[in-house]
């Protein structure tokens, strides 16, 4: 199964909502709409960042949104509201305790743990565990093995 189905989902959305800032002439609800959305993806995926970092800074320049209060307090409104799956998560870990899963939710510690992803390696884009793990060649030579025996030896019937 696909693991990153939300995070592309949250990707293209976000991406989206950019195009849609790009051709409207009132950015709130665009910028709104972005906003939230960058907040859900941040908690969805930490690389989120690489795409929300750039993509804020542009809209806040380009609407000039820091003398702009009421724009800014709605859009950082909505970017507060999408980060707010992170608040539920001590609250079910309270109500419904089970071992495993996100780890230790009920202290401060242990959520902090989670949001900053330290299992997976903070800010990382991998854990560094690389031991035993194929190389780039290799991994190239496999995708292109399977690109022409299984992918186009085998067209999609429609």
């Known amino acids: 199964a696909e693991v990153f189905a939300l995070h592309n989902l949250f990707v293209a959305s976000i991406v989206y909502a950019l195009t849609q800032?790009?051709?409207?002439?009132?950015p709130v609800p665009t910028s709104a709409a972005g906003a939230?959305?960058?907040g859900l993806a941040l908690?969805?995926?930490h690389t989120s960042v690489l795409l929300v970092l750039p993509i804020s800074v542009?809209?806040?320049?380009?609407?000039?949104?820091?003398?702009?209060?009421?724009?800014l307090m709605k859009t950082t409104i909505s970017f507060i509201a999408g980060?707010?799956?992170?608040t539920v998560l001590p609250l079910f870990a309270l109500k419904y305790p089970h071992a495993g899963s996100w780890g230790n939710m009920t202290t401060f510690s242990g959520f902090?743990?989670?949001?900053?992803?330290r299992d997976y390696g903070t800010l990382q884009l991998y854990s560094g565990k690389n031991v035993g793990s194929e190389g780039v060649l290799?991994?190239?030579l496999r995708w292109m093995n399977d690109l022409?025996?299984?992918q186009l030896c085998h067209p999609l019937s429609g």
């Open 58 to 71: 542009w809209v806040v320049f380009k609407t000039s949104m820091v003398f702009k209060p009421k724009l």
């Open 21 to 26: 800032f790009c051709v409207r002439p009132d």
């Open 36 to 38: 939230l959305l960058c």
């Open 83 to 86: 980060l707010s799956p992170y």
């Open 43 to 45: 908690t969805n995926q």
């Open 112 to 117: 902090f743990h989670h949001l900053l992803r």
């Open 138 to 140: 290799e991994r190239t």
């Open 148 to 150: 022409l025996n299984e």
